[in-house]
């Protein structure tokens, strides 16, 4: 069983910043990638950053390029999503993924996790 389990999200006022973690067990990530993505009430489930397990190649959206830094630690497998600068709009429930190619398609990613929510109040 594959398992992934984010962690810290919370409440934050705008222009702060959240460390998001995501554990993760039950496959090996080799060739692997692993993904952020986040879905805000009546919107539709959008992507947020990826990286290569293997290489650490990382991609971000339009939104979180120069906000946001996503890194892994192979030894604790858990993948990090640091967010700074944060908006209102980015309040949203923020999901863990894995999948084998990556990229920025939701439904490329095989395994997510329970998300962990993120409000951020202006």
């Known amino acids: 069983q594959v398992l992934l389990e984010e962690s810290g999200g919370g409440l934050v006022q705008a222009g702060g910043s959240l460390r998001l973690s995501c554990a993760v067990s039950?496959?090996?990530?080799?060739?692997?990638?692993m993904g952020w993505f986040r879905q805000a009430p009546g919107k539709e489930r959008e992507f947020v950053a990826a990286?290569?397990?293997?290489?650490?190649?990382?991609h971000y959206s339009d939104s979180m390029k120069g906000r946001g830094t996503i890194s892994r630690d192979n030894a604790k497998n858990t993948v990090y999503l640091v967010m700074n600068f944060l908006k209102p709009e980015d309040t949203a429930v923020y999901y863990c993924?894995?999948?084998?190619?990556?990229?920025?398609?939701?439904?490329?990613?095989?395994?997510w996790g329970q998300g962990t929510q993120v409000t951020v109040s202006s």
């Open positions: 990286i290569s397990w293997s290489t650490g190649n990382t």
């Open positions: 993924a894995t999948g084998l190619m990556g990229g920025t398609y939701y439904a490329t990613y095989d395994y």
């Open positions: 039950g496959r090996s990530f080799s060739s692997y990638n």
